[in-house]
């Protein structure tokens, strides 16, 4: 039997985490299909069925789809579920969300935030915020999967993939979408980003951080930050790397004025480069960079910034 | 009406984790054990809500071992009302977890279940939304307010790309994010007073319940060490090093 993976969207673009979702698919043997469920969203199916190693993709388009509420996403799922072995999500906020409910009301475990497919019916996962990796096994029968994405590679857009509708399987109606306050930014998404620049507590306040988007703009990067800096109320939840926020592992990782917590380094520490800002020599970020500068973050962020210019970013 | 919040037993957050040296899990001896931070915060969110008015008993519900009570003990001096001990000896997993939490649900009739969204242990992050769908209750998971209406709750959640609002009929299951509330610290007269309220103990076969794992452990690793790298003196060497050598700008 088949492999589902549900997409990530938002109704207009496919994320690049289904892409990802899609190659951790594709490790099963299995063929793999893709559900797009949304509103409106034909854009998103079309870039799925592009997706090398997948199969077919199903579309679910329907108002009550244009949110991925929890509730309706179950039934959908499950309206499809007799078909195939094993479905994945990756392990965004929409799919750590939905998943649960899909695996309980099959009677089986989920398997959560996979990193790697040791074999069909094993895989490893972290535990303790990384600190240790667990390699399970599952029991014959069907596997309900999350998907750490940045275990793996995003699938390319060589396929050509059929696209069938699917029926909607309704509305609950016990819960229902108020409304949404989304950070707007020209920028990369931080879980796909190719840089990273994140601030920690050392930046002091949420002004301070302009400092970062000065070198963001200038290498294309994403603008991240530590739970302390969040807490802090300096920036958004949304902008937290760590353990409870975003896992990420770009190209390049620059931790400014961040002492390096075990949550953090959870968030981040699989990053191809890391460089590291901070003026106590002992912060245990110190610990994990490949390049680190013992400096004061307000006189070496400006130098920084200056040299880049110099050199034509 | 009355508010259930389940609390874990784990390794405090404070703690080294070490793996065993046999690969067959991490070493549980010679640590502190504490609540799980997200479950802190859901005893106080359902604590609050009480001291509003808005429920009027909250129960604290630990599945584990015998020393589990010391984390239900922990929630009653932080302001619970009385606590459920489910004996289990060794690893539980969330489905099984649901499963008790769904039949303790029936028993007690709550209108609402506030658990933490993910036990820093597992990290699994499944528990509530099992809970929810076995009881075909509405979820607000990763919650950053709570507001609570008329047989109804609106809730602000932490998503990926900022915050989203939802409205659950109650009964419902909502999972705690970081920044809820800051959960207060237990009084030495609350902690005596604790000690004082009921718990009552119970095994998984009085809700017929099998907690036989059905994921099978095959080994716990350590995971690959970063090297530390090397310090540079200026700003410009940094860049330097990271167009040149490292190639990555």
């Known amino acids: 039997m088949a492999s589902l993976v549900i997409a990530e969207h938002d109704n207009r673009n496919l994320k690049d985490a289904t892409a990802k979702t899609v190659a951790a698919a594709t490790q099963l043997g299995a063929p793999v299909h893709v559900l797009v469920a949304g509103n409106d969203c034909g854009g998103v199916a079309e870039a799925a069925s592009k997706l090398a190693g997948v199969e077919k993709v199903l579309v679910a388009d329907d108002a009550i789809y244009a949110r991925m509420v929890a509730e309706t996403m179950e039934a959908l799922i499950l309206s499809l579920a007799g078909s195939y072995d094993a479905i994945l999500a990756p392990a965004t906020t929409n799919g750590k969300n939905y998943m649960p409910r899909v695996a309980a009301k099959l009677d089986v475990p989920q398997i959560s935030e996979i990193l790697a497919v040791v074999s069909p019916d094993t895989f490893n996962r972290p535990i303790y915020a990384g600190n240790a990796i667990q390699t399970v096994q599952a029991a014959p029968g069907k596997k309900i999967i999350t998907v750490r994405t940045t275990g793996f590679k995003a699938a390319e857009g060589a396929g050509s993939a059929q696209i069938e509708k699917v029926a909607a399987a309704g509305d609950t109606g016990i819960s229902k979408f108020v409304g949404e306050e989304l950070s707007k930014s020209e920028r990369p998404e931080l879980t796909s980003a190719k840089i990273i620049i994140s601030g920690g507590r050392g930046m002091q306040s949420g002004d301070n951080f302009h400092l970062l988007d000065k070198i963001a703009d200038k290498l294309h990067a994403a603008v991240g930050a530590s739970r302390a800096a969040v807490d802090a109320g300096f920036v958004p939840n949304d902008y937290q790397v760590g353990q409870t926020g975003k896992v990420v592992a770009p190209e390049l990782y620059i931790a400014v004025g961040i002492s390096g917590a075990i949550q953090h380094l959870a968030g981040m520490k699989d990053s191809k480069v890391i460089a590291a800002v901070n003026k106590d020599e002992e912060a245990p970020i110190f610990q994990v960079a490949d390049y680190g500068l013992v400096a004061d973050l307000f006189k070496a962020i400006p130098e920084m910034e200056e040299e880049l210019t110099r050199l034509g970013y | ?191 005596m007073k604790a000690k004082k309220k009921p718990i009552d103990e119970k095994s998984p076969a009085d809700y017929g319940v099998d907690v036989a794992p059905r994921l099978k452990v095959l080994k716990v690793a350590e995971p690959p060490k970063r090297q530390a790298g090397v310090k540079v003196k200026t700003a410009a060497e940094l860049i330097d090093k990271l167009k040149n050598e490292a190639g990555v700008i």
């Not at chain 2, 809970?131 to 209750?137: E, M, T, Y």
């Open chain 2, 1 to 191: 009406m009355k508010v259930i919040v389940p609390v874990k037993r784990v390794i405090d957050y404070n703690d080294k984790v070490r793996v065993k040296a046999d690969q067959v899990g991490v070493d549980l001896a010679n640590v502190k054990m504490s609540m799980n931070p997200f479950d802190e915060i859901g005893v106080e969110e359902a604590v609050r809500l009480r001291e509003k008015g808005k429920a009027t008993e909250v129960i604290a519900v630990s599945i584990g071992p015998q020393q589990a009570q010391e984390t239900i003990r922990t929630a009653l001096a932080m302001g619970a009302d009385r606590g459920i001990l489910v004996k289990v000896d060794g690893d539980v997993e969330p489905l099984a977890v649901a499963k008790i939490l769904k039949a303790i649900c029936e028993a007690e009739q709550p209108g609402l279940v506030i658990l933490g969204k993910q036990a820093i242990d597992d990290d699994s992050n499944q528990t509530g939304q099992m809970l929810a769908a076995l009881l075909g209750w509405p979820q607000a998971t990763f919650a950053h307010t709570l507001e609570m209406g008329d047989g109804s709750a609106k809730v602000e959640r932490e998503i990926d790309g900022g915050l989203q609002t939802v409205e659950i009929k109650l009964p419902a299951i909502v999972t705690t994010d970081l920044r809820l509330n800051e959960p207060r610290y237990a009084s030495l007269p609350n902690i």
